[in-house]
């Protein structure tokens, strides 16, 4: 069986037809790259054959490369790996250029092909990098599909060509969203930006009528034409210049020097507008092997790509359960959390109740969903159709009668147990003997939660991030008697919503929140110290964290960290760390102030009446003045990375967490933990075991026991060992 097949119709059109057996997308392997070589060159040397049209046996195009292509280029050329993905690289790009010139010759620009892309549905990556190479796109009239090259999200960029290619076809300005940011529209959008030529109702029968009348000048690509000069100016033309310094610029600003792909594609971009076009392919392969030798690339394929689609894909459910999907699902809260959870469920078709004390708040909770929908109406993602829709699954109401048939239970209501507890019990006496009971707390262990409960084993944590709707991780808590249904019932509905799982064991704090207070009381305790707020806050955005621990506690609130640390405190009594009273002084005192966040406009920052940061409150350097000698960037930023990847070293050594591949994905999903690093562990493991128990070891005589190495890091880092080694799963990369 073979990914590509080529048929000749009556008029001399070859087909080549994309079509990779017993998957639902196609994506691109090296056996396969050598069977459509093989093709092209087949029709090429047919003198019945008029031309070629590419497309796809199935309902989308093509969804990418196997990205073990580029491992095997790598294990294949032993000792100099780089010599080995370099080399199968420009194989890809004599490939891709030979479809480009086919068969014309190069000085004429005459006798060549013509060879067209007729595109079904969805094309990215690979697959669109491939139709870029033909002389004429065609797409179906498809607003589902998606088109673009996303490469850059998962730590890569378009090494296929399709970086060269596009920049050349649409200038470095018009480009730079695709490339940059990894945009995807759909074909009209795809059109209207110059990717792709046509949008057709037929795109096969348009691009075999098209290739039928092509001529030799339509066969020349704009940049291997005389005179070609690039839109919008090359790097030594005056707008070029411009162009080039504000893109370096961007670049820097948006990822503060962490993300290497961009930096690298930036580079083959420059590099290549001044050079011709083979060259500039050249110059794209290296820059290319060159990410892909950085262990921050191969990190973020692993857990950015790999792993999340394994865990997407039910890599942790228990297996031998039957399907667990909701059908209807009762929501306990029409606050924030519980709307934002009524507006996902209800967007994946799931019928919702959502119960409040009072049906004025109910109806509060289902407004949320509306104006969500108003807005997505406004910028066009919406229908007013499709609204009401939404909101005709959506019950509002204050009756417990109404979750007689519900099959699962989500409860979003105050973080007391006391009330969580009535709660519990007043819906347990209404549901079904089966439903599945789940609390949204993000902090309460559940099996204290669950002692309420007649049915324990049916008892779940299903922990959300707010926003909710825009939040992409869900954290699946297990108490000591949840039962592997409750298990594969969370799962299977963060599944239908469309969002990541993890699945954790019962503990305090679980395992994102775990993680995340020591950062954000590791900055908090730096002010104390005397640490210039402005060093904290920059020493972690350039470590790649979306937000520095003094902004991420204006967000979250300070008396919520007030209250979380008494409640802490509570539970822990002597045990409670010594060395966490500067930072309770210092949060406890902005909390009497009324300095509660950006909710109150007031936090470690000054905001404006739209909530607009306004730099630093100037009362902060009176409360924690400023050290005339101040620590070297490096030693801020171990202490604030160190601080969480610890966390998640105990959570693993504890049994909190099972799988390392979910305190990876978690720990990027959930509080966006230097995604470049790939997470928690890949970050142990580019830094090395060894070094890492050291590191520790010094940090703890400097700043304390909360930096003291722990076993099973010791352990590792004594006989060389990595956490992918020793602890992962190995999975094949696949679309």
């Known amino acids: 069986m073979t990914d590509f097949t080529m048929e000749k119709d009556a008029d001399g059109v070859a087909v080549v037809t994309w079509d990779c057996p017993g998957k639902s997308m196609n994506v691109m392997s090296g056996e396969a790259l050598i069977e459509l070589s093989d093709l092209i060159d087949a029709a090429l040397a047919d003198e019945t054959v008029k031309g070629i049209v590419i497309t796809s046996g199935k309902k989308d195009f093509a969804g990418g490369m196997d990205l073990n292509v580029l491992a095997d280029m790598k294990s294949a050329a032993g000792d100099n790996p780089a010599q080995g993905l370099f080399d199968g690289i420009m194989q890809m790009h004599a490939l891709l250029r030979k479809i480009e010139l086919a068969g014309m010759d190069f000085k004429t620009k005459k006798g060549g092909k013509p060879i067209a892309a007729a595109l079904p549905g969805t094309a990215v990556g690979i697959g669109l990098e491939l139709p870029l190479s033909t002389h004429r796109i065609f797409a179906a009239d498809n607003p589902k599909a998606k088109i673009g090259l996303p490469e850059i999200m998962v730590g890569i960029f378009p090494g296929a060509g399709g970086t060269t290619r596009l920049v050349r076809k649409l200038g470095a300005m018009a480009a730079s969203p695709f490339l940059l940011q990894g945009k995807l529209v759909d074909p009209k959008k795809a059109k209207g930006a110059g990717i792709i030529d046509e949008v057709a109702d037929d795109p096969v029968a348009a691009a075999k009528e098209w290739v039928l009348n092509a001529k030799d000048a339509d066969l020349v690509k704009p940049w291997d034409a005389k005179g070609y000069k690039m839109p919008g100016g090359a790097p030594y033309h005056p707008a070029g210049f411009q162009t080039f310094v504000g893109a370096s610029a961007m670049v820097n600003a948006n990822t503060n020097g962490a993300f290497p792909a961009a930096k690298a594609l930036l580079s083959a971009v420059y590099e290549g507008a001044m050079v011709p076009f083979d060259t ?4 794209e392969a290296r820059w290319f092997t060159h990410i892909l030798m950085n262990p921050s690339s191969s990190a973020m394929i692993r857990s950015l790509f790999l792993n999340k689609e394994a865990l997407e894909k ?42 409040d004390q009072k049906q004025e708040a109910a109806d509060k909770g289902k407004a949320y969903t509306e104006t969500y929908m108003d807005k997505g109406i406004k910028r066009g993602k919406a229908t007013a159709e499709k609204k009401e829709q939404i909101l005709s699954l959506i019950t509002a109401t204050t009756d417990y009668d109404a979750l007689k048939d519900a099959d699962l239970i989500i409860e979003a209501v105050f973080e007391d147990p006391g009330i969580k507890a009535e709660v519990t019990k007043n ?54 008697e949840t039962g592997d249904r409750a298990v594969a019932k969370a799962l299977d509905y963060v599944r239908q919503i469309r969002k990541t799982p993890i699945v954790v064991n019962d503990a305090r704090f679980f395992y994102a929140n775990r993680c995340i207070i020591p950062y954000l009381n590791e900055g908090a305790r730096m002010v104390a110290e005397g640490v210039a707020p402005a060093l904290i806050e920059n020493a972690a955005k350039q470590l790649g964290m979306p937000l520095g621990p003094l902004q991420l506690v204006d967000e979250t609130s300070l008396d919520l960290g007030v209250k979380i640390a008494k409640a802490t405190k509570a539970a822990m009594g002597d045990a409670y760390p010594a060395d966490m009273k500067p930072v309770d002084d210092l949060m406890f005192s902005m909390v009497d102030e009324g300095r509660l966040g950006r909710k109150s406009q007031a936090g470690f920052y000054n905001y404006d009446e739209k909530g607009k940061r306004q730099g630093f409150w100037e009362g902060l350097a009176e409360k924690c003045p400023v050290a005339e000698e101040q620590p070297d960037l490096i030693e801020v930023q171990h202490r604030l990375m160190f601080s969480q990847v610890l966390e998640a070293v105990r959570a693993l050594e504890e049994g909190v967490l099972e799988d390392i591949r979910e305190g990876d994905v978690g720990a990027i999903l959930g509080w966006g933990f230097a995604p470049w690093s790939g997470g928690p562990f890949s970050w142990l493991d580019i830094l090395g075991t060894p070094y890492a128990a050291e590191r520790c070891d010094q940090l703890t005589e400097a700043y304390g026991e909360r930096f003291a190495c722990p076993a099973l890091l010791r352990e590792m880092g004594e006989k060389g060992q990595t956490f992918y080694g020793r602890f992962g799963k190995q999975e094949k990369a696949a679309a």
């Open 280 to 283: 500039a392919l050249k110059v």
């Open 314 to 355: 039910g890599a942790v459910r228990p297996q031998g359960i039957a399907d667990q999907s909701v059908k209807k699902v009762g929501v306990l809260g029409a606050g924030m959390m519980g709307a934002g959870i009524a507006l996902v469920s209800a967007m994946a078709g799931i019928e919702v109740v959502l119960i």
């Open 427 to 480: 819906v347990e006496a209404v549901i079904p003997e089966d439903c599945i009971f789940a609390s949204n707390t993000s902090t309460l262990p559940i099996t204290g939660l669950a002692k309420a409960s007649s049915r324990p084993e049916q008892f779940i944590g299903i922990h959300f991030f707010s926003p909710v709707e825009k939040m992409l991780l869900v954290e699946i808590i297990k108490g000591k």
